[in-house]
C-alpha cells in the first residue's frame, strides 16, 4: 500500500513526523531518498523530536557518517548520512550491519550508496519537492 504525507511548509514538518510515526508501524530502518536541500535532515530534526530525543544537537552526520541520539526513555536513534561512502567496504567499517540489525531506529540519508547492504525490511520513503517548496513524502509498505 503506498502512503502519502504532503508538508506544505516548514511549519507543518511537526504534524508530518507524527503522522509517519503513526503510518510507519513497527518497522525501525527507514532510508530517505531526495535531492540536495529536499528535505531529509529537516524532516530528521522533527522526527526525532517526535520520538522524544531530548538532544537539540540533532544534526547530519554528513562528516561523522552515523550520530547516535538517546530518547527520553534511553533507547537510541541512529542517524546515518551516506553522502561521502563511496563504496559498501567503508560502510561495512564502521559497523553498519550492527546498527541495522540492532533492533533500534535507524534514519538514513543517501541510502542509495550503500543500497546493497539495506535489509529487505527497510522502508524506502521518497522526498519530493514541489514548485511551490512543499514537500511529500512517499512510501509502500
Given amino acids: 500500500m ?5 508538508i506544505a ?4 514538518i511537526n504534524r508530518a513526523a507524527e ?13 530517505f531518498y531526495g535531492s540536495m536541500g529536499a528535505g531529509k535532515t529537516t524532516f530528521t530534526v522533527a522526527l526525532c523530536k517526535a520520538l522524544g530525543v531530548t538532544d537539540d544537537s540533532v544534526c547530519s552526520p554528513t562528516f561523522t557518517i552515523v550520530n547516535e541520539y538517546k530518547r527520553k526513555n534511553g533507547s537510541p536513534v541512529f542517524h546515518f548520512d551516506f553522502y561521502r561512502i563511496r563504496n559498501n567496504s567503508e ?3 564502521i559497523g553498519l550491519e550492527d546498527y541495522l540489525y540492532s533492533g533500534e531506529i535507524c534514519i538514513m540519508e543517501w541510502p542509495e550508496n550503500v543500497e546493497d547492504l539495506l535489509p529487505d525490511e527497510t522502508i524506502r520513503i521518497r522526498i519530493s519537492v514541489g514548485e511551490d517548496l512543499s ?3 512517499v512510501w509502500e509498505d
Fill in 135 to 137: 514537500r511529500d513524502l
Fill in 9 to 12: 511548509t516548514l511549519a507543518d
Fill in 2 to 6: 503506498e502512503h502519502r504525507i504532503h
Fill in 91 to 93: 560502510a561495512m567499517n
Fill in 19 to 31: 503522522l509517519f510515526l503513526k503510518e510507519i508501524g513497527n518497522n525501525n530502518l527507514w532510508a
